[in-house]
């Protein structure tokens, strides 16, 4: 096991050895230094030679100018955690990087299986029979976000990654639980989980927790799914006092999905602000997820659009680039997993983000 975690100096150490990259790549939020493109591990087959994969390019990331590693325990059943584990103990093997100059985040919420996909008698073996989950604790047939568990996965996520110390942990998509079980019990069920995640803040077990959510923050006010960004800090003020450890939050950003930045879904005080923009005024650290909308949005930019990001030769670097110049990002996370696209992904960092009237500009024509 690794020891150690993510700190202001080693960051910082980080950012110097890679100072030929345009000093906007660098963000400061949760008091390091962040890469403004993090890497990804949802998508993938569970299987050995895509485990190899990704590995790697936790290996070659890092060694890029990449220190953001975002995964979670049910990415292929388990499989993508155990990866950056191995390629994350190899960079520091190597010398490559260390472990203080690396961000490690992963989640929790989804029964991830182990291996392969969940069977009963592993379902029973793991979690029934010792007592972490008991009949109503799961909604929508894989969803869990009770003290019990998350100290649970807490542990399994750190074994997972042969690490002493997880940097940033989420609760996984919690608003599954709020479409289950209505607002009152939601925000509830969120001060144990939060409250439980505090508990294993204190022992050093994580050093910060969050949300991670596909539409919580993005939803218009209201709708099933929609969460409040104020009362979840309520929540962590109730669970941590005014020292809570909630200070970051994920949420899917994308020229096909720009909800984050553009749609008023935040109530914050008399009025509704974006969901990026009361995270700034939070003091929130933002990563946001599908930055190539799982490569959906690759081909579809026009030759106009493409002369709006010069310097930059293919769709996924403008994809990268229009994700981590918005205004509030914090990192734009992308998957990655073979050599040709991270050297492609990676050129992205040798040009500097749009500023932010530059972005407006952009932004100006596409409407």
């Given amino acids: 096991m690794i020891t150690g975690k993510a700190t202001a100096e080693g960051t910082a150490a980080y950012a110097k050895k890679h100072g030929s990259l345009p000093a906007g790549h660098w963000r400061s939020a949760m008091g390091l230094t962040l890469s403004s493109v993090g890497l990804g591990t949802y998508l993938g087959n569970a299987d050995p030679i895509t485990d190899g994969k990704y590995a790697a ?3 070659q990331v890092m060694g890029g100018g990449v220190n953001v590693l975002d995964t979670a325990a049910n990415y292929r059943y388990q499989r993508s955690e155990r990866n950056l584990g191995a390629g994350l103990k190899q960079a520091v093997e190597r010398g490559l990087i260390a472990r203080d100059q690396v961000v490690v985040c992963t989640k929790a919420g989804y ?4 291996w392969g996909p969940p069977t009963k008698e ?8 010792p007592g972490i989950l008991k009949a109503g604790d799961v909604v929508g047939g894989g ?8 100290r649970h996965a807490v542990d399994q996520s750190r074994a997972n990654l042969a690490v002493e110390t997880i940097d940033l ?14 607002v009152s019990e939601y925000y509830k069920r969120l001060t144990e989980a939060f409250r439980a995640l505090e508990e294993c803040a204190a022992v050093g077990k994580i050093s910060a927790y ?17 969460a409040s960004l104020e009362r979840t800090l309520a929540c962590a003020r109730e669970a941590g006092g005014e020292k809570h450890r909630f200070r970051a939050i994920q949420l899917p950003y994308n020229l096909g999905l720009p909800e984050a930045a553009f749609a008023q879904t935040q109530e ?27 490569g959906q949005l690759l081909g579809r930019f026009s030759t106009a659009m493409r002369g709006r990001f010069p ?7 403008r994809c990268l680039q229009f994700a981590r110049s918005t205004p509030g990002v914090t990192t734009a996370l992308c998957g990655m997993k073979t050599p040709e696209h991270i050297v492609e992904n990676l050129k992205t960092l040798s040009r500097a983000p749009f500023t932010p009237e530059e972005f407006e500009t952009l932004v100006g024509t596409m409407r």
């Fill in 143 to 150: 969803h869990v976000m009770t003290p019990a568990y998350l």
């Fill in 169 to 182: 942990y989420y609760v996984h998509n919690p608003e599954a639980q709020l479409e289950a079980r209505g």
């Fill in 122 to 129: 592993w379902f029973e073996t793991t979690y029934v029979k």
């Fill in 57 to 59: 390019a936790a290996l």
């Fill in 268 to 294: 914050k005080a008399d009025e509704i602000v974006s969901a990026l923009d009361f995270a700034r005024d939070a003091g929130l650290a933002v990563f946001t997820s599908a930055s190539l909308m799982q």
């Fill in 311 to 317: 310097g930059l030769d293919t769709d996924a670097q």
């Fill in 111 to 114: 029964i991830p299986g182990d």
């Fill in 210 to 226: 969050g949300t991670a959510t596909w539409n919580a923050y993005r939803t218009p006010v209201g709708t099933t799914s929609a």
